[in-house]
C-alpha cells in the first residue's frame, strides 16, 4: 500500500509561470515531509523541507505548503526555470519511527516536471 | 565537497550470476540506506543501517539479496542469484541522526543494473 502518493506522473509548464506538485499522504503519524529533485543519471538532491508543525516553508523559488488535515502537501516554484525540468520526488518521514530520532524516508512515484521554454 | 559514491555506475550481467554493489557514505553520517528505483514504485526502500547495525531490511527479498557494512566507510548490496526483475536504478544514502533531530537524506549517483 503506497503510504505516500503523487498522482500526476507528469507536469508541463512554460516557463516564467507557475509550477503546482501535489503529493498526498496517508498516515497521519507522519511528522516531517521532503522534496527531492532529480535529473537523469543522477541521484536525488534535497529541495526543500517542512515540519508538520508549519503549514509553509519557502526557500527563493521554491515554497512547500502542508495541509495536515488533508494529508496534502504541495510544492510551488515560481517563476519555472527550464533547468528545473526534472523528476521531483515527495518524501515523509515517522521522526520516531523506532523509538528514537530515525531519518528514514517513505517516498511518492514522482513526477516529472517539464519546463517548457 | 562529500559525497556519497557508489560503484560500479553500470552494471550488465547474466541470470542467474552475482552482483555486488558497493557504497561509500558521507564521512560522519551514521545512517546509511539502499533504493531501488523501478517505475511502477518510485523509490523503494531496501535496508536501512544505523551505526552500522541493519535496522529495517523488510523490503529486500532475503532469499537472493543482503545487504552489509563491514565497516563505517562501506557499505555493500549483494544479489545472488540475479534475476532480470532485479533490472533497475539502486541508490546509496546516508544521513545523520542526532537525539531528536532528523536531517535529509544525501543520495549517491546510484548503479544500474541490468540482468539478461
Known amino acids: 500500500d503506497q503510504q505516500v502518493k503523487q498522482n500526476s506522473p507528469s507536469l508541463s509548464v512554460q516557463e516564467g509561470r507557475i509550477s503546482i506538485l501535489n503529493c498526498d499522504y496517508t498516515n497521519s503519524m507522519f511528522d516531517y515531509f521532503l522534496w527531492y529533485k532529480k535529473y537523469p543519471a543522477e541521484g536525488p538532491t534535497f529541495l526543500i523541507s517542512?515540519?508538520?508543525?508549519?503549514d509553509k516553508n519557502e526557500d527563493g523559488r521554491f515554497t512547500v505548503f502542508l495541509n495536515k488535515s488533508a494529508k496534502h502537501l504541495s510544492l510551488h516554484i515560481v517563476p519555472s526555470q527550464p533547468g528545473d525540468s526534472a523528476v521531483y520526488f515527495c518524501?515523509?518521514?515517522?521522526?520516531?519511527?523506532?523509538?528514537?530520532?530515525?531519518?528514514?524516508?517513505?517516498f511518492g512515484t514522482g513526477t516529472l516536471l517539464a519546463v517548457q521554454p | 565537497d562529500a559525497r556519497v559514491t557508489q560503484t560500479p555506475r553500470h552494471k550488465v550481467t547474466e541470470m542467474g550470476q552475482e552482483v555486488t554493489m558497493r557504497c561509500q557514505p558521507i564521512?560522519?553520517?551514521?545512517?546509511v540506506f539502499w533504493y531501488r528505483q523501478t517505475m511502477m514504485q518510485g523509490l523503494e526502500l531496501l535496508a536501512y543501517f544505523r551505526n552500522r547495525a541493519p535496522l529495517d531490511d523488510s523490503g529486500m527479498p532475503k532469499d537472493r539479496f543482503s545487504a552489509e557494512m563491514p565497516d563505517a566507510t562501506l557499505a555493500t548490496l549483494k544479489i545472488q542469484p540475479s534475476e532480470p526483475r532485479d533490472s533497475a536504478v539502486y541508490f546509496c544514502a546516508s544521513g545523520l541522526v542526532r537525539d531528536r533531530v532528523s536531517n535529509e537524506q544525501f543520495f549517491g549517483p546510484g548503479t544500474r543494473l541490468t540482468v539478461l
Open positions: 564521512l560522519g553520517h551514521n545512517t
Open positions: 518524501a515523509a518521514s515517522l521522526s520516531t519511527y523506532y523509538g528514537g530520532a530515525t531519518n528514514k524516508l517513505i
Open positions: 517542512i515540519s508538520s508543525i508549519k
